[in-house]
């Protein structure tokens, strides 16, 4: 959620607090639901839940045993799908108690410093606005954001939450997923819908067999009844577009011929748990269909009478977990800031890239703006709807590296999810896969990469067929693979297949006309998070042009930042610059560095530069200190398209 509309809100929310006025910005059923609170009383500044009786909680518990015991398993398999992305999944019964609690520590353990578990009431009256409460009111799917919760203690959250009903309509309980404002999102809310609908289907399904040609068209996933027999008796719309088959040609057949990686004797025996989700393929003719599974045994009278299959394409399910995890490119080609003539010629070569299929290498020093560049490629292709997934390859431990680029199925090794993971080429499946510091992974680990090259498929550990994949590849490292090649660390055929296409990020020191642009940009940033309008001193200019940046963008980020908070006036001196700047010696008493990537025109280019930082713009005194001529200067000066004014 941008920071503008949270902005926004929270401004609002103060005003009506102080001055009980409500702006146009917020939502009409919010409004409603703030006017309620103040009427009754309810404490702004409060916001922790209370614990109900544990008597009462008791009887709570027993009167929803049927909804636990469906929703629990919906829970864990949505929790597995947006693990790692910071969400707690809460169900609570009609009237708002809290009844489960599903998600990771970290966020439960925030949570509950709210009172914010199982055993607690989360109604309008007892914590003001929120979710779940106004869910219960309004009988709808509620999504609050920020501020738009009546008590402060509420705002860095966000909550979307849908109403549960049974087969005759009534309200039984609501299903709710909360986390950061800053994550919040209207999918959130889309999905916590589809798992309440999925709850009511399954509690409708085991109500009565009799309703299952209703359900069976009403959900949204892919839907096969099959009897005792194994032959197909009913199959929704969903199911027939999944698998490209008519229903009438469906009808009869034998579900194991389809479906062939499921022992379905085990569960029809009941000996395998069916309340898991598995990952598994659906055969048809020759299309292979990588699907989400989930197999329930159908009960009458405690006799088995047949089994429900219920799946969901993959393709579906990822982009649901991009959405969620943030699997999106962020920055496009207008966010690289630069006058500089080599850089603008590698934004120019890496936007013809993008256009392409091929693999692209980015090499370049650290903090030179690498990432960006994966960022706008990905943006300025034709895949930008699609998924970006960035992968650190230095940071992952060198024996996860291969289950978290390829995946694992289920049971493929000890401590493995039960279900089986997706690597993280498959959830970038239609989009672009960054993989940063590639120099970084092991040799077998290259040869492995090397082998999705070839076929672009894939094959998880553990796994015995191979998933076809259409992915573009971006890889980029602060090494010369070139050499690492020569000294054996890199494989030589892996690096001519990602060599396709290459883009080297120019080190600030030389494009040392850059600096005043990055100066001015981060202060921008600074001066409009705090309502300032600092700006820095010439001398601290010269000082800045002056110094070499070893750590490129990213160091003269942090020294600016560094500046900006340490000095209290309007304007940033030079006494602000950290030592190593401050002392260091002008970058154009010193000798021109050697970097691989740079032309002999480059290098001319930047001595007349550090001549002219020198010299404090003046030309005739740089051509002198350069032993040139004064009609040689300003030719070159011509030539190179330097502004003199900005070294004055």
Known sequence: ???????????????????????????????????????????????????????????????NRELLKVARPIMTNLNDIVLGSGFVIVLTDDEGYIIESIGEERIKDEASRLNFCVGSPWTEEEVGTNAIGLCIKEDKPVQVIGAEHYCEKHHPWTCSAAPIHDDKGKLIGVLNMSGSCFKAHKHTLGIVVAAAYSIENELSLIKSHELIDTTVESISDGMIVVDKTYKINKMNNVAEKILGVKRENAIGMDIRSILKDVVFEDILNMKTSFLEKIDCDFVVGSKRIPCSTKIT?????????????????????????????????????????????????????????????????????????????????????????????????????????????????????????KEGKPGKFELANGGSIFLDEIGELPLDIQAKLLRVLDSYTVTRIGGKHEKKLDVRIICATNRNLYEEVKKRNFREDLYYRLNVFKVNTIPLRYRIEDVDIYIDHFLDRLNSANFTNKRVSDDFLSYARSYTWKGNVRELENVIERAYYLCEEDIITEKYLPDEIYFHESAATKEIPRYQDISIREAERQAIINALIKTNGNAIKAGELLEISKSSIYRKIKEYEIDVKLYR
């Open 1 to 63: 959620m941008s920071d503008d509309f949270l902005n926004r809100i929270k401004a609002a929310w103060r005003r009506f607090i102080e001055e009980d006025i409500i702006d146009d910005v917020v939502n009409p059923t919010v409004q409603k639901s703030w006017k309620r609170c103040k009427k009754n009383q309810v404490n702004h500044k409060a916001g922790h839940g209370r614990k109900a009786d544990p008597q009462k909680m008791n009887c709570i518990m027993n009167k």
């Open 297 to 417: 045994p159908v009960k009458t009278y405690s006799h088995l009478i047949g089994i429900v299959i219920m799946f969901k394409e993959m393709k579906y399910l990822h982009k649901t977990v991009n959405i969620l995890t943030g699997n999106k490119a962020r920055y496009s080609f207008e966010n690289i800031l630069t006058v500089n003539p080599s850089m603008k010629k590698a934004i120019k070569d890496a936007q013809k890239f993008a256009k392409t299929r091929g693999c692209i290498l980015i090499e370049g020093e650290s903090g030179t703006g690498k990432e960006l560049f994966a960022h706008s490629i990905h943006n300025y292709s034709n895949r930008s709807e699609g998924p970006f997934v960035a992968v650190n390859c230095a940071s992952i431990p060198r024996e996860l590296v291969e289950s978290e680029l390829f995946g694992y199925e289920r049971g493929a090794f000890t401590g493995a999810v």
